[in-house]
């Protein structure tokens, strides 16, 4: 089992096709920056399923290929975001 945060620098492989990190005790942002990094992405699988204390917000645009436990502090996509109190 790993542990540990997601490396920013995933975000960076432009050839990353699949990541399958599921199941493991990841820790803070799902990856900072996704998005501004990936102009030119190939991604087709990432998952982070399971590790329950991965933190951020999956946008629209990435959620065909993202796969997540959705938590109070991971949402997007079908899951829904705490509103703000």
Do not use: H, R, Y
Not at 8 to 36: C, D, K, M, R, Y
Not at 41 to 69: M, P, R, Y
Request: charged fraction near 10%; aromatic fraction near 8%; charge should be negative.
């Amino acid at each position: 089992m790993l542990t540990g945060t997601l490396p920013s620098e995933l975000s960076q492989i432009a050839a990353l096709e699949t990541f399958q990190g599921q199941n493991n005790n990841f820790t803070g942002p799902v990856v900072p920056n996704w998005e501004a990094n990936q102009s030119s992405s190939v991604i087709e699988e990432w998952d982070v399923s399971g590790n329950l204390f991965v933190t951020g917000v999956v946008t629209q645009t990435l959620c065909g290929a993202w796969k997540f436990t959705c938590s109070g502090i991971l949402c997007g996509c079908d899951c829904p975001c705490p509103t703000a109190v």
